[in-house]
């Protein structure tokens, strides 16, 4: 290990409510909500019939036909948002060593809306047993295959080391990006473009939440129907997007006078071993994650300035959230902002590590906290400082980012100015 620091240069957001990182982030200071009733099918057969879609023509964005005809939409979406995060680090790649470039792609379901259609295509709407596989897309197998995603943000950025894609569930955008840091900091490369994407919303999706009860029945009121942390929340709101960054190790962006957003100071993950989809109440295995995340950032617990939750809306999620970080930071957690941006632009799966790794560093960069929507009557067993309703001027050096997977994934990571005191 050569214990090389490493630093995010450039950011890109692909969300509900707007595209681009400016849009984004107005969305999120401004507490609105991108929540409504699903238009991308006829929703009426499902239990929850609301999303958080995004308003996406490819064309629009600058992809070609050819790029849009063999890519699955969350594969769209990385490319746009890609190009939008080397754009914003401007880092000239010609000057690096290609095969020191790297990429790292998070995704919890892959090509879910493409193989949907294809099916629906090749089964004549789920009428044949035996398909038809010469109606299908010529370009089907990238669809099968996710570590397509990285291969294609590798070709559009020009990048010749290590190229991979992470799925971890729910946490697969905060493990892809630790495992980009990770890259730089053990020398494998000297810049990785990294995040995640997904584009969930379709009927199979619709149809497995429904299945577990985990997504809200709230369809009458699709604007104010993701409430974390609230006492009458039912479920979360499925979404889409994506997030995207360019890493560089912190001397080399220096000399080249990069703007920093900041430092990826610490990552941990863990695993509960315990169920599927359920959580132990004590959230013992969160709390080791940001514990261990803390320890490699060098920071104490009294440093973390804002923690950006995982806060799903989900009746135990947000209990475990709460005893984690009560367990990890001790009485500092009472008085540290927490917020869910789940409540304006959904839960995107395998995507929403990175867009709340994008919330979290915009939040450092404005000293602004981004609220908790729709948090009217806060649950008594999450009785911390959830931030209700606005967004708030609050001073930030360090800020705490967490994800809850299914399969038991616990993830965190610490965000912190390079500059910042450590207990070292």
């Known amino acids: ?24 982030w107005g969305l999120l200071s401004e507490g609105r909500t991108a929540t409504r009733g699903i238009t991308f099918f006829d929703p009426t057969p499902f239990r929850s019939r609301i ?5 996406f023509d490819p064309y629009e964005h600058g992809l070609t036909p050819q790029e849009i005809r063999r890519t699955d939409r ?24 290609p095969h020191r470039v790297g990429v790292a792609v998070g995704s919890a379901v892959g090509a879910t809306m493409g193989l949907d259609e294809e099916y629906r295509v090749v089964s004549d709407g789920g009428r044949l047993d035996l398909v038809d596989h010469e109606y299908a897309v010529p370009h089907l197998y ?24 992470v ?42 939440f429904d299945a577990i009860k985990a997504t809200t029945p709230r369809n009458d009121d699709p604007e104010h129907a993701s409430r974390p942390f609230d006492l009458t929340r039912n479920g979360f709101v499925l979404g889409e997007g994506a997030a995207m960054f360019v890493l560089e190790e912190l001397e080399s962006a220096r000399r080249r006078g990069a703007h920093i957003y900041a ?33 490699e950032a060098k920071l104490a ?25 009560k367990r990890s930071l001790g009485e500092h957690a009472f008085h540290t902002p927490v917020s869910s941006i789940k409540s304006m632009v959904g839960h995107s799966l395998g995507a929403i590590g990175s867009i709340e790794i994008a919330a979290s560093v915009l939040a450092m960069e404005n000293n602004v906290v981004p609220p ?44 912190a100015r390079p500059d910042r005191n450590t207990t070292a």
């Open 142 to 165: 990238n669809y099968f295959v996710p570590s397509s995603f990285a291969a294609e943000v590798a070709w559009a950025v020009g990048a010749e080391g290590p190229s991979t894609v």
């Open 372 to 415: 908790t929507a729709n948090l009217h009557k806060p649950d008594p067993d999450c009785d911390l400082d959830y931030v209700p309703l606005t967004a708030r001027d609050w001073r930030t050096d360090a800020v705490l980012t967490v994800g809850s997977g299914f399969g038991g994934f616990q993830s965190a990571m610490v965000l």
């Open 263 to 295: 430092e990826i100071a610490g990552y941990a993950s863990r695993c509960n071993a315990f169920h599927m989809t359920g959580l132990r109440p004590d959230g013992r295995e969160m709390a080791e994650a940001i514990r261990s995340a803390l320890d």
């Open 51 to 55: 999303a958080a879609e995004i308003d």
């Open 167 to 208: 799925s971890t569930g729910c946490t697969s955008g905060i493990d892809s990006v630790g495992y980009a840091a990770e890259l730089i900091r053990d020398g494998s490369a000297d810049v990785v473009v990294t995040g995640a994407t997904d584009a969930p919303i379709s009927p199979i999706s619709v149809a497995c």
């Open 1 to 24: 290990m050569t214990g090389r620091r490493v630093v995010i240069t450039g950011v890109g957001v692909t969300a509900p409510g707007g595209i681009g990182t400016k849009n984004f």
């Open 301 to 325: 617990p009294q440093a973390i300035d804002y923690i950006n939750a995982h806060g799903s809306g989900t009746k135990q999620n947000d209990r475990h959230e709460t005893s984690a970080f």
């Open 74 to 97: 969350a594969a769209q979406f990385a490319l746009v948002t890609a190009r939008e995060a080397l754009a914003d680090s401007g880092l000239e790649l010609g000057a690096v060593e």
